[in-house]
């Protein structure tokens, strides 16, 4: 059974910074391409950061480009997400995702998501 949990996600003023983590469980965690989606109230949910399966190339929204870095530990299993000088409109549920191989398409798995509120 995957498995994906995400944790470090809060509140924090403007300008800030926060790391959120995921932990994924019950796959080959290397063979997979692992990314960051966000939710803001009212809005579509849009894919943040993406690190592609053993090229480790990575993938960003233009909105967080130069603020936000993913980064992966294969020995651990785990994805972060690291969040630098924080906007309000950064306010959103984010969601871990992982999907098979390097290619496009539907993520695979999702974990529940971790809320991060940025206050101005």
């Known amino acids: 059974q995957v498995q994906l949990v995400e944790s470090g996600g809060g509140l924090v003023q403007a300008g800030g910074s926060l790391r959120l983590s995921c932990t994924a469980s019950?796959?080959?965690?290397?063979?997979?391409?692992m990314g960051w989606f966000r939710q803001a109230p009212g809005k579509e949910r849009e894919r943040v950061a993406a690190e592609v399966w053993e090229s480790r190339i990575a993938y960003y929204a233009d909105s967080v480009k130069g603020r936000f870095t993913i980064n992966r530990d294969n020995t651990k299993n785990m994805v972060y997400l690291q969040m630098n000088r924080l906007k309000p409109e950064d306010t959103a549920v984010y969601y871990c995702?992982?999907?098979?191989?390097?290619?496009?398409?539907?993520?695979?798995?999702w974990g529940q998501g971790t809320q991060v509120t940025v206050s101005s």
């Open positions: 995702a992982a999907r098979a191989g390097p290619g496009t398409g539907p993520y695979d798995y």
């Open positions: 019950g796959l080959t965690f290397t063979r997979y391409t």
